[in-house]
Nanobody
Framework: QVQLVESGGGLVQAGGPLRLSCAAS????????MGWYRQAPGKQRELVAA???????NYADSEKGRFSISRDNAKNTVYLQMNSLKPEDTAVYYC??????????????WGQGTQITVSS
């Protein structure tokens, strides 16, 4: 089994920064990619940012220029630096890891979610 432990959520004022961390542990053969998704009340879960083991990144259009994702492969940890936060960034943020299953493809694992609330 794989566990993802998130940290860094909370309450922040609009315009402020926040940094999320997510550490993966357990039976990990190889992590293909890690990323962050978020889900606001009444909305579907959506991609915020993702990063592959090789360092390629992908961002949602609304986060480009404000958010930055990075990864420490040695620690199986992914970080999300969020700047210039807006009230519409308020959501539960979930860490995701795509773990390789040799010969089978990959499996998705999710963290428990961390609440971020941006006050105006």
């Amino acid at each position: 089994q794989v566990q993802l432990v998130e940290s860094g959520g909370g309450l922040v004022q609009a315009g402020g920064p926040l940094r999320l961390s997510c550490a993966a542990s357990g039976s990990i053969f190889s992590i293909i990619a890690m990323g962050w998704y978020r889900q606001a009340p009444g909305k579907q879960r959506e991609l915020v940012a993702a990063i592959t083991s090789g360092g390629s990144t992908n961002y949602a259009d609304s986060e480009k220029g404000r958010f930055s994702i990075s990864r420490d492969n040695a620690k199986n940890t992914v970080y999300l630096q969020m700047n210039s936060l807006k009230p519409e960034d308020t959501a539960v943020y979930y860490c995701n890891a795509k773990i390789e299953l040799p010969g089978w493809g990959h499996e998705d694992y999710w963290g428990q979610g961390t609440q971020i609330t941006v006050s105006s």
